[in-house]
């Protein structure tokens, strides 16, 4: 079977498991001969008829286009139509023609394809770069026959990330070239522990949507989790793309050097000279040209383009056409359409200059254009706002976490988020169900500076209203705001100084327990290197204790077993054999 049709039946086969009778479909096949008797009284022994789809399906993706073809035929033969149409644009030498009426070729079968793979959407306000994405897209061409890399570079904010997803927002470019799909995932500057947590989540999101029933063990290391890719990209979504959004670093590259077709941002352009295969990039070398800044800032007014007054144009020229500072203008405008010549004597003035500027970017025009937008926010917001300082960079959450953070009603912080959200001050990931919420890492940047003499206290507030929210134990659910708790309540009572209550939670095996139930060990492990130093303080042999026991479980506590039960294995002296011993007696009194 050729890469198209068995990347569609992979793609399909859940749908036509549930939906068709084996037994009338064989009978077409043994007459066009592509089936045998043996094969198909093998098949039949399967118990139930769901069981024998799945058989037949099996066995086809191990024959050739013909068994295609033939398969189809019989699919529309017993008017199995919608089935047969899911499998139509994959037959061998057809062209399908269907797509040519969407003239951007963002068709309902890109619409499912990119939300699948968690690619986000276009921003409310969107200007096209054709230039840009033609030469992109022109890159992914090459990627058609053989796999490789296309490197997306140039500064922050400059609309890289956009320009990723927009590229992949294309009928032909999908079907002729990544029919197996496209992958979406959001890197930024990370450690090693969270990067396996990504490629954990993505095999886990491949091999659900290969078989919801599957239960493989998340990878345990980086090596495993290498190949596990490898697999999964190789054998069970052949042609497809990943897209790796925001890359910092070469290990990361290193990770996903499988031999798979990958577009990826980066702000550094010689990041895949450390990875091997076929390499093409795009730079994206300034911001928006004048025209197309003002066509942002006329969308967000509401205006035509003719129509803009004339400070219009030195606002774009003021921020050098920066795609994200434009839009934050924009925002403002909208709101505050008399205020033109207002904010442009802000974004000249530089009167937020006292701001220091703290990494990677060189655009004075961002810390006057968020400086701008968060002063229009109500007083009681700005503080709500401020509260974001904590987060960590590419860390997406939930309304529930700020819900507790804020200590209001659900409903009333996601209007407060929309609002933000409205004013180019927060992004929204609406793939995700429930929605999630994160801030460019510019943003993020500008806050941290903004607060720096707060930082501490905006940390111990979050552990405040954490320990108030859920006095009576951790939460164990792992849905997405339980993992956000359990994933960084260390970080921030860490950064908050609070270093009593990070010794009496990491020092206890309860939290070893919750935290191995919601997060791999991997991230224990590095918790307590991470904040090796401050529990040193406290004990450094109780710290390693700790620390030699994940070490060594690590493996075993990904089933998910009695901790407790493990912990009595330690040695009597340890404190992790104490607590254990403590637990396993007032269970025994108890019951
Ligand atoms: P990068 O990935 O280079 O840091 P992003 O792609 O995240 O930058 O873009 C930053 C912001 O700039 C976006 O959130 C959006 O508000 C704005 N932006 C980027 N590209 C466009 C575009 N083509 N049209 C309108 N706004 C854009």
Not at 183 to 196: F, R, T, V
Not at 372 to 393: N, Q
Not at 574 to 579: A, F, G, H, M
Request: hydrophobic share 35%; glycine share 4%.
């Amino acid at each position: 079977l050729d890469e198209g049709p068995r990347s569609c039946l992979l793609r399909v086969r859940h749908r036509l498991e549930q939906d068709m009778k084996p037994s009338y479909i064989m009978d077409h096949m043994i007459t066009d001969g592509v089936l045998t008797v043996d094969e198909e009284e093998k098949i039949r022994t399967r118990a139930t008829r769901k069981d024998q789809a799945a058989a037949l399906l099996e066995l086809m993706l191990r024959k050739d286009n013909r068994t295609y073809i033939s398969f189809y035929n019989a699919l529309i033969k017993e008017t199995y139509d919608d089935l047969a149409s899911l499998l139509h644009a994959d037959l061998p030498r057809t062209s399908p023609t269907a797509y040519k009426s969407f003239p951007d070729g963002y068709t309902p079968y890109v619409r499912t394809v990119l939300s699948e793979g968690g690619v986000p959407q276009r921003p409310v306000v969107f200007v096209s770069r054709p230039e840009l994405l033609n030469r992109v897209r022109e890159k992914l061409y090459q990627l058609q026959k053989e796999p490789g890399w296309v490197t997306i570079f140039g500064m922050a904010g400059s609309g890289k990330s956009v320009l990723a997803a927009e590229a992949a927002r294309y009928h032909s470019l999908i079907e002729e070239c990544f029919p197996g799909g496209i992958h979406w995932l959001s890197i930024g500057q990370l450690d090693k522990p969270d990067l396996l947590v990504k490629i954990q989540s993505l095999c886990f999101r491949l091999e659900q949507e290969l078989d919801p029933q599957l239960h493989h063990r998340p990878p345990n290391s980086l090596d495993e989790a290498k190949e596990r890719m490898r697999f999964l990209m190789l054998r069970r979504y052949p042609r497809s793309l990943l897209i790796l959004d925001d890359i910092w670093d070469t290990s990361v590259l290193k990770a996903f050097d499988i031999q798979c077709r990958i577009l990826l941002t980066t702000r550094n352009r010689s990041l895949v000279d450390s990875v091997s295969g076929a390499k093409y990039e795009v730079e994206v070398a300034s911001g928006l040209d004048e025209k197309k800044g003002l066509e942002i800032l006329a969308l967000y007014t509401n205006r035509k383009m003719h129509g803009l007054p004339e400070e219009a144009r030195s606002i774009v020229k003021e921020c050098k056409g920066s795609p994200l500072v434009v839009s934050l203008i924009g925002a403002l405008l909208k709101e505050k359409p008399d205020r033109w010549h207002y904010y442009l004597r802000q974004l000249q003035q530089k009167q937020f200059k006292r701001i220091r500027k703290s990494s990677s970017y060189d655009y004075d025009a961002l810390d006057q254009a968020m400086a701008a937008s968060i002063e229009v926010l109500p007083e009681e917001h700005r503080e709500l706002y401020k509260d974001f300082t904590v987060l960590e960079k590419d860390i997406k959450v939930p309304a529930k976490v700020l819900s507790i953070l804020w200590d209001l009603p659900i409903e009333e912080v996601e209007d407060i988020l929309e609002e933000f959200a409205n004013k180019s001050l927060l992004f929204m990931d609406t793939n995700n169900k429930p929605y999630l919420y994160y801030l460019h890492d510019l943003q993020l940047d500008f806050l941290i500076e903004q607060n720096r003499n707060e930082i501490e206290s905006l940390h111990t507030k979050i552990v405040l209203q954490y320990q108030q929210y859920y006095r009576d134990g951790h939460p164990t659910s792992g849905d997405e705001e339980c993992q956000y708790w359990i994933r960084f309540l260390t970080d921030h009572m860490a950064k908050a100084n609070l270093t009593q209550e990070l010794y009496s939670l990491m020092f206890s095996l309860d939290w070893v327990t919750v935290k191995s139930q919601v997060m791999s060990p991997a991230h224990l492990i590095n918790d307590y290197i991470a904040h090796g130093p401050i529990l040193d303080k406290e004990n450094s042999d109780v710290r390693s204790q700790f620390q030699e026991f994940l070490s060594l479980n690590g493996h075993q506590l990904e089933h998910r077993p009695d901790v407790v039960q493990l912990a009595l294995s330690e040695p009597l002296t340890s404190e992790v054999y104490r607590q254990a011993r403590m637990q396993a007696l007032q269970q025994s009194s108890r019951g």
